[in-house]
């Protein structure tokens, strides 16, 4: 038998409710919050079950929860004010917890896939080099010996870009009013995904694995055979902290700028990839010395290496 006022258990011949003081005969409706307190416990529930995906879920179900204290349900209500409660203030702690380990597991993505990027341009190198018996130069370069297009133009072809490659005008220099419909038209394995900014983020060596062409018209560049130092001790790319680019042939770090760490550099926390000529991927720290750097840039120093 329950108190028709709040809902309370009565025992058998009582002729008042102990919680209300009303009458049991009473004509006063019965309040009811059952609903209510059922409701409050199903939405802490799903604020659990979803992680705080719907973030009103808690602030409802504890409104739900202290609506429906008088119904016959008030343990369930009290329960579910429990549990939004502590989904309310537990959620967004968890969340700050577990939120440096998503950023790194994303980040270790991100790297893997600029490891990635920097094996299909070294592939790309290769190939050219099978083609034509040398490596891109660092840049073409006019009658006047003015720089005209970027190693990366020329290797278009190789990372299945042709048709863009036969899209640019090579003997108009990269930045002339046609050719600069293309700037945009970055292949996406020039960018790493770490960077913050768009643009190219991948840079040959200038007097390192590049060197521009001597003539007008020219595409050679080095040959495999002159990297005296080997392929596996060789850069080919590096990672640059500003992008640039990706058409630009004079934006390309030379082998001083890597001995004095001028504009290398990455998003990755700690160092950078970077790619060697034999294809394959270095993370170089930050605080590599700069004579490990100078022996790495250059083809043929001389300089022992050991990156163990």
């Known amino acids: 038998m329950y108190c028709s006022h709040c809902g309370r258990i009565l025992e058998e011949g009582a002729a008042f409710c102990i919680e209300c003081g009303v009458a049991v005969d009473a004509p006063t409706p019965p309040k009811t919050g059952d609903g209510k307190a059922t409701a409050s416990l199903v ?27 008088k119904s016959r349900q008030r343990g369930i209500a009290v329960a579910g004010i ?41 592939l790309a190198l290769h190939n050219y080099h099978d083609v034509y018996g040398v490596l891109p130069p660092l840049y073409t370069v006019d009658e006047e010996g003015n720089p005209l297009h970027s190693w990366r133009v020329l290797i278009l072809p190789f990372i299945e ?48 694995s590049f060197i ?16 005296t130092d080997g392929l596996s001790n060789t850069i080919a790319i590096v990672e640059i902290l500003k992008p640039f680019n990706w058409m630009d042939p004079t934006a390309d770090v030379s082998v001083e700028d890597i001995v004095q760490t001028i504009g290398m550099g990455s998003f990755h926390p700690g160092g950078m990839n970077v790619a060697l000529l034999d294809g394959a991927i270095r993370f170089i720290p930050s605080d590599t010395a700069s004579d490990i750097l100078r022996s790495m840039a250059t083809p043929s120093g001389g300089e022992p290496l050991d990156f163990r």
């Not at 980040?107 to 299909?120: G, P, S």
Request: proline letters at 5%.
């Open 43 to 69: 939405c802490g529930v799903v604020s659990w079950l979803t992680c705080g995906g719907v973030a009103v879920l808690p602030i409802i179900g504890l409104v739900l929860g202290f609506g429906g204290l």
């Open 161 to 208: 870009q042709r048709t863009l490659y036969e899209s640019i005008r090579l003997d108009e220099p990269w930045d002339s009013e046609y050719n600069r419909q293309f700037h945009e038209a970055m292949p996406f394995i020039y960018g790493c995904p770490s960077a913050r900014l768009s643009g190219c983020t991948y840079s040959g060596i200038a007097g390192g």
């Open 82 to 122: 429990c549990i939004n409660a502590a989904a309310f203030f537990m959620l967004p702690l968890l969340f700050a917890l577990l939120l440096p380990a998503v950023q790194a597991a994303r980040e270790a993505a991100r790297r893997a896939q600029c490891v990635n990027h920097e094996k299909q341009i070294v």
């Open 212 to 227: 521009p062409a001597k003539e007008a018209e020219s595409v050679l560049g080095l040959k495999f055979s002159d990297v």
